[in-house]
Each structure stands twice: as structure tokens, then as C-alpha cells.
């Protein structure tokens, strides 16, 4: 039974017009990311931050997954083998679109987390800057979204997964960040084939055993069908 280990970006939303951040025009291009997404920038204005995950929360909640979504959820109920997806995404256009089990590594915008005592709850659409902590009362709510500098989520889990797939697949990223980034290397260095899907070759394309190039809604679906085909 060939496991399956899928890693996704901000590409297998962009057709859900969640945007990416290293596009034209991508959010890197409108906001500082030095701002917005380090604990530094939150430090210095936890209002400017707050504002800048309330408007994405907003986005995402209102947002529709896409066939790539729906093809992912489609090849896990299929599919004789695992089916692991990590999201490196903080939207919920998985678990829309049917898929389960996803792993975000860099956390979610409908999750909030008290930097005081480590609760987690769900988030309201908008925090404030001093948003109380529901369990220890502390203004100290923010985003559950892994910033830059800090430990992405569940990585012990994830190398776990990628030393046992047989297939690992890269949909939709620019392979810019690590730890998410080095995902392809650590599956050659397990002997496990290799295939990228996405809209144009990427930082990574060239580690890749075979890349398809292509919007996800159309090269998704197909690459899905194939599989479960030939199952
Ligand atoms: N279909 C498939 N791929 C697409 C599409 C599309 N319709 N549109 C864009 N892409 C591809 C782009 O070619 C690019 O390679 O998606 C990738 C988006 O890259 P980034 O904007 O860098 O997004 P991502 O790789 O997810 O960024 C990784 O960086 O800022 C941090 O935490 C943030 O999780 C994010 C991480």
C-alpha cells in the first residue's frame, strides 16, 4: 500500500482567491513580513498585528476550497494507502474541501494561543491587542500562527511521516522557507520518489524526480484521477 506524504502552500488556494506571498503583487509585496509575522513586530504593535490576522481570518472563513482542495479529501477516502497532508497554509480550505488529519505546521487563523499559559482556543473573527487568555484571563491572546523565528508545529510527526512514505508530493509552494522547504531533501535521503505540482518551477524544482507545472485546480485533479485509477 504506497503511503503518501503531500506537502501544500499558499499555491492550492491562490485559485480561492486567498492569495499567495511571494507572487506578483503576493502579500510579502504589500506588507512587511518583518511586521507582521515575527514575535518582534508583535512585540513592537500587537494592534497592527492583530488587525492584519483579523482581516486573513475574515478572508479565509469566506473562502471557498478549490477542486485541488476537493481532490486531495477524494484521493484519502480512495486511495488503498495513507494519505498524510501537512499544510504549510493557515487557512482551513482542507478540512473544507472534505480532506482530515491535516497537519499545519505553521498553525491556523481559526486558533487562537495565550503566549502567557499556552491555552489554545478558537478563535473569535477579530482579537484585540490585549485579547484575554479564556483560561488564565492574561492579556496575552494572539494568533496561533507560527511567525518567523519560532519551531513550526508537529515536526517530530512529520519526519516520522516522511521516513515511511513511498511517494512524497510538493503542491503549491515556493520551497522559499525551511524547515518545510528541506521536506523534499529529507525524502531523497529516504530513497522516496519525488513530485512537485505547481504553477511555475520553483527554489526546489530542480530536487524534485518529476515536475508538473500548472494551476492546482487542473494539474490536482489530474494527477488524483491517475491514482486512483490505478488503484
Ligand atoms: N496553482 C499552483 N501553484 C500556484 C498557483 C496556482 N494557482 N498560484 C501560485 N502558485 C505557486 C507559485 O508559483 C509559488 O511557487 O505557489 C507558490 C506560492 O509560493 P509562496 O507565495 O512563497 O507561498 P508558500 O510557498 O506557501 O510560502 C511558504 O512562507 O511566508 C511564509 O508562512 C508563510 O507558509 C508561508 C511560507
Redesign the pocket.
Known amino acids: 500500500m504506497e503511503k503518501i506524504v503531500i506537502l501544500t502552500?499558499?499555491?492550492?488556494s491562490?485559485?480561492s482567491g486567498m492569495g499567495?506571498?511571494?507572487?506578483k503583487d503576493?502579500l510579502?509585496t504589500q506588507v512587511r513580513?518583518e511586521d507582521v509575522?515575527t514575535p518582534e513586530g508583535f512585540a513592537r504593535n500587537p494592534a497592527m498585528v492583530q488587525e492584519f490576522y483579523n482581516f486573513r481570518r475574515v478572508k479565509a472563513a469566506e473562502a471557498k476550497p478549490n477542486a485541488a482542495h476537493v481532490a486531495l479529501a477524494r484521493l484519502q477516502a480512495h486511495h488503498a494507502g495513507e494519505v498524510v497532508i501537512v499544510t504549510?497554509?493557515v487557512d482551513a480550505l482542507h478540512e473544507a474541501g472534505g480532506a482530515a488529519g491535516v497537519i499545519h505546521m505553521?498553525g491556523r487563523l481559526d486558533s487562537a494561543l495565550c503566549a502567557g499559559c499556552g491555552h489554545r482556543w478558537h478563535a473569535p473573527d477579530t482579537m484585540a491587542p490585549d485579547e484575554a487568555c479564556p483560561a488564565c484571563g492574561g492579556p496575552f491572546g494572539r494568533p496561533d500562527v507560527v511567525w518567523f523565528g519560532e519551531m513550526p508545529y508537529r515536526m517530530g510527526e512529520i519526519y516520522d511521516h516522511l521516513a515511511s512514505a513511498d511517494l512524497f508530493v510538493s503542491i503549491?509552494?515556493?520551497g522559499?522557507?525551511y524547515p518545510?522547504a528541506g521536506f523534499v531533501q529529507e525524502a531523497r535521503a529516504n530513497d522516496i520518489r519525488t513530485l512537485e505540482l505547481?504553477?511555475?518551477r520553483?527554489a526546489g524544482s530542480r530536487l524534485f524526480h518529476e515536475t508538473r507545472l500548472g494551476?492546482?485546480t487542473e494539474i490536482v485533479p489530474a494527477w488524483v484521477d491517475e491514482l486512483v485509477r490505478r488503484n
Open positions: 502552500g499558499a499555491g492550492i491562490a485559485e499567495t506571498f511571494r507572487d503576493g510579502w513580513l509575522a504549510q497554509n505553521h503549491g509552494t515556493s522559499e522557507v518545510a505547481n504553477l511555475e520553483s494551476p492546482a
